[in-house]
C-alpha cells in the first residue's frame, strides 16, 4: 500500500514512494512519499479553518471531542494491534503504545474539565494591583495561540507519540499536523484515518504528513510551534533553522537520553529493592526491543554489588524469549527496521572499545519462529564499565536499543554524580527503602532530570514503573533530553497558550476574564441570590446582609459545644499574652457559622449544596461586642456538562463595625440548572 498524507481536509495518495519494511520479516509493506503537498497551503489551512474552529469551542467542549474520539478509536484496538506487529512490537509493547496512547486522551479530558474553566481561555493566578485605591489592576490570561502546532514524531511509539501531543494541543485550541517517523508511519496513518472517518474532529484540526517536511518550516511564524521528539541531533537541527530562530517559534525538544537507575546502598542481595532493581533493568532492555527514550542505559549499582547485579541480569536475559512478536511466549520482539540495528551495533562496537561485554553483542544468535538475516533483531547486552569516571562512552554514547552499561560507585554522592554526568536525562530511577537516601539523591540529581522515581517494597506494586511518563506529569528533561517537557497534565496545554498580561479597571478585568474582581461593580436587587438558578445568577450579584452582635456568651457556648476550649477563646489573661490578640476573641469557625446564617436563604431552592471553601484567610480579630456583617458576590461560574447543575463560586467577605475585613473566603455551590 501507498501511505497517504491529510491534507487541507482530503486525503492525498502520492503516486509512488520509498519502501517501509516489516521489521520481523524484512518484506515490503508500504510505500513513503510527501511528493507533491503544499506545505504552505497546508499550514494556512490549518491556522484559518481549524484554528478559528477550535477558538470557538470551551476547554471543556475540547476536552470532550478528544474524550469522544478516543472512544472511537477504541474500537478499532485490534486493528491498530495487528499493523503493530509489523514495527517489531510484541503484544505487551503494542499496549504501551496503543491503549497508552488512547488513555492519555481520557486522562486529559478528565483533567481539563476538572482543572480548566467552561471558558476558550485560561485564568491565571490572582490578581495584582496595580494602584494605591485599586482601580488599576493587573491580571494575566491565557489564549491559544494563532497558528499551527507542527508535530514531528520518533518511530519507536507511532500512536502514544502523536497522541501525547495532540491531546494538549487540541485542549488548548491550536490545530496540528502530525509528522511521524517513516519507518512506522503505516500505524500512525491508519489512527489517523480513523479519526477523520469518525467526524468528531472540526475542519483543519489535524493534518497528516506521510514522508518528509519539504519545506514547511520555511513558512513558520511567530503564532506557530514546534514539538519534536528524537535524536538529539535532529533536534539541533530543526531549532536552528533560520524560520525559527527569526520568528522565535516555540520549540518543544524531547530528545533521546541517557538516562539511569541507581541501586542503593542498602540494597543488598537479600532486600526487596535488589530484585526489583533487576526485574526493571530487563524489562527496560527488553520492552520495545529497548527503544524507548526512557529506557536505562546506565545501570549505576554499589562496587561490591556488582557481581551478584551482573549475574542475576545475564540469568533474567538467557529466559527471555526473542523473535516473532505475534506469538505469545515471545517476551521481545525486533528492532524498527534494519538500519537501526546497524546503528545500534555501531553503538555497541564503539562503547566496547573501553567497556566489557558481558552477555549478547553484534553477533546472529537463535530466535523463536523468526529469521536473523530478514528481521531487525539484536540481542540484549549488558556492558561493564569498571572506571565510569575516568571511561565515558558509555555516559555520551547511545545504543538506541537493548543495551544497558553497569557502573559501580562506592559513595551515594558518586551515584549521583555518575547519574548527573548524562548532561541531562529525561528519567533516573532510584531503588531504595532508605528515605534519606531518596533524600539525597532527589537533592542532588533533580536538577539533571526531569523525572525521578523512586520504587521500593511499598510502591513497586502499584509503581508505573522507570520508564513509562504518565500524562499527569512532565515528559521532558533538560540538557541532552532537549529542555522540553511533553506533556505535564495542565502544563503541556500551556505550552500551546500565549500569556498575556491584562491591565486596567476592576470592572475592565472582570469584562476579560468573566470572573468577578474586587473593586469591580455590583448587582444588588430584591431577589436573595440564592433563589437564583445556576442560569439567572450573574456576576457580580451581590448580597449585603444585616448586623450581628457577637457576644461572650456566643463564644463560651461554642467552645463548650464544640469544644474547642483554645485559651484565645477562653482564657482572659492567658489571651491578653498574645501579640496577636491581648484579650480573648471569637472562634474563626463560629464567624463562619454566623456568616452563614446570615447569608443563607433556608428555604429550599436552586442552591443543592455548599460543597467546599477555598482561600480562608482571617484578618482581623473579632472581639465581644464586635457587630459583623457579609458581602457575598458571585465571583464565578462553571457549568457542569450533562448535568442537572453547575458550580458557582461566591467572593465572601466578613466585616465589622468599623468596616474591617475579619474574614474572607471563597464559597463553592452547587445550583440546579433552568428546566
Not at 44 to 62: C, D, E, I, S, W
Request: hydrophobic share 40%.
Amino acid at each position: 500500500m501507498i501511505l497517504g498524507s491529510f491534507a487541507e481536509g482530503h486525503w492525498h495518495t502520492p503516486v509512488n514512494g520509498r519502501d517501509v519494511l516489516d521489521a520481523v520479516t524484512g518484506d515490503v509493506i508500504a510505500q513513503i512519499s510527501s511528493e507533491g503537498l503544499n506545505f504552505e497551503a497546508m499550514m494556512h489551512y490549518a491556522r484559518n479553518v481549524g484554528g478559528p474552529a477550535l477558538r470557538k469551542m470551551t476547554f471543556h467542549q475540547r476536552a470532550l471531542m478528544i474524550k469522544e474520539l478516543a472512544i472511537k478509536l477504541n474500537e478499532y484496538k485490534a486493528e491498530f494491534y495487528e499493523l503493530s506487529y509489523a514495527s517489531g512490537c510484541t503484544k505487551a509493547d503494542t499496549w504501551i503504545d496503543v491503549d497508552g496512547g488512547f488513555g492519555t486522551l481520557f486522562t486529559y479530558s478528565s483533567k481539563a474539565r476538572i482543572e480548566l474553566p467552561d471558558e476558550p481561555f485560561y485564568t491565571e493566578g490572582n490578581t495584582e494591583q496595580l494602584s494605591r485605591n485599586g482601580t488599576f489592576l493587573g491580571q494575566h490570561v491565557m489564549v491559544p495561540l494563532r497558528g499551527v502546532a507542527v508535530h514531528i514524531n520518533a518511530f519507536n511509539f507511532p500512536v502514544w507519540g502523536m497522541l501525547e501531543k495532540l491531546a494538549p494541543t487540541l485542549i488548548a485550541g491550536v490545530p496540528l499536523i502530525v509528522k511521524p517517523a517513516s519507518g512506522t508511519a503505516y500505524l500512525t496513518e491508519r489512527v489517523v484515518r480513523r479519526m477523520t472517518e469518525s467526524g468528531i474532529l472540526p475542519d483543519g484540526a489535524v493534518q497528516l504528513v506521510c514522508g518528509s517536511v519539504g519545506d514547511m518550516f520555511d513558512h513558520l511564524t511567530c503564532q506557530d510551534s514546534v514539538a519534536f521528539t528524537g535524536s538529539a541531533t535532529t533536534g539541533m537541527m530543526l531549532s536552528q533553522h533560520p524560520a525559527v530562530t527569526k520568528n522565535a517559534v516555540r520549540f518543544i525538544s524531547e530528545q533521546d537520553s541517557l538516562n539511569s537507575s541507581i541501586l542503593g546502598p542498602d540494597a543488598t542481595p537479600e532486600a526487596p529493592e535488589f530484585d526489583l532493581f533487576v526485574k526493571e533493568v530487563v524489562n527496560e532492555m527488553t520492552t520495545k526491543a529497548g527503544q524507548k527514550c526512557t529506557a536505562i542505559r546506565r545501570a549505576i549499582v554499589p562496587k561490591d554489588l556488582v557481581e551478584p547485579v551482573s549475574e542475576a541480569l545475564k540469568a533474567r536475559l538467557a529466559d527471555v524469549k526473542i523473535g516473532n512478536p505475534r506469538l505469545k511466549d515471545v517476551r521481545m520482539g525486533a528492532l524498527a527496521n534494519m538500519g537501526q540495528r546497524r546503528e545500534v551495533y555501531d553503538r555497541i562496537n564503539e562503547m566496547a572499545e573501553e567497556n566489557e561485554i558481558l552477555c549478547g553483542g553484534t553477533g546472529a544468535f537463535d530466535l523463536v519462529d523468526a529469521d536473523y538475516a530478514k528481521g531487525a533483531f539484536a540481542a540484549p547486552t549488558v556492558m561493564y564499565c569498571d572506571k565510569p569516571f575516568e571511561k565515558l562512552k558509555a555516559h555520551n554514547i547511545e545504543a538506541f536499543g537493548p543495551v544497558s552499561t553497569i557502573m559501580p560507585y562506592d559513595t551515594v554522592d558518586d551515584a549521583i554524580t555518575l547519574a548527573n554526568m548524562g548532561e541531562g536525562s529525561l528519567v533516573a530511577s532510584l531503588f531504595t527503602h532508605d528515605n534519606n537516601v531518596a533524600r539525597d539523591v532527589v537533592m542532588g540529581a533533580g536538577a539533571y532530570h526531569g523525572r525521578l522515581a523512586i520504587i521500593n517494597r511499598d510502591s513497586a506494586e502499584e509503581s508505573t514503573g522507570h520508564g513509562s511518563p504518565m500524562p499527569h506529569l512532565k515528559h521532558g528533561g533538560p540538557g541532552r533530553a532537549g529542555g522540553g517537557e511533553e506533556m505535564g497534565g495542565i502544563r503541556g496545554v500551556m505550552h500551546y497558550m500565549q500569556r498575556v498580561a491584562v491591565q486596567g479597571s476592576p470592572d475592565i478585568i472582570t469584562a476579560v476574564t468573566n470572573r468577578w474582581t474586587k473593586g469591580s461593580s455590583e448587582a444588588v436587587d430584591t431577589v436573595h441570590p440564592f433563589r437564583k438558578n445556576f442560569d439567572e445568577v450573574e456576576l457580580g450579584t451581590t448580597l449585603h446582609t444585616k448586623a450581628r452582635t457577637v457576644s461572650m456568651e456566643d463564644i463560651e457556648h461554642f467552645a463548650n459545644y464544640t469544644g474547642d476550649t483554645f485559651y484565645a477563646h477562653m482564657d482572659e489573661e492567658a489571651a491578653a499574652a498574645n501579640p496577636f490578640f491581648g484579650r480573648r476573641v471569637a472562634h474563626g469557625y463560629l464567624l463562619l457559622s454566623f456568616a452563614a446564617g446570615l447569608f443563607v436563604d433556608p428555604a429550599p431552592g436552586p442552591v443543592l449544596a455548599n460543597y467546599g471553601l477555598n482561600d480562608l484567610q482571617f484578618m482581623q480579630p473579632v472581639y465581644p461586642g464586635d457587630t459583623i456583617k457579609v458581602r457575598l458576590v458571585c465571583k464565578s461560574k462553571k457549568g457542569r456538562p450533562g448535568q442537572i447543575y453547575g458550580e458557582v463560586r461566591w467572593d465572601v467577605t466578613i466585616t465589622n463595625q468599623d468596616d474591617d475585613v475579619c474574614a474572607n473566603y471563597e464559597l463553592l455551590t452547587l445550583n440546579a440548572r433552568a428546566e
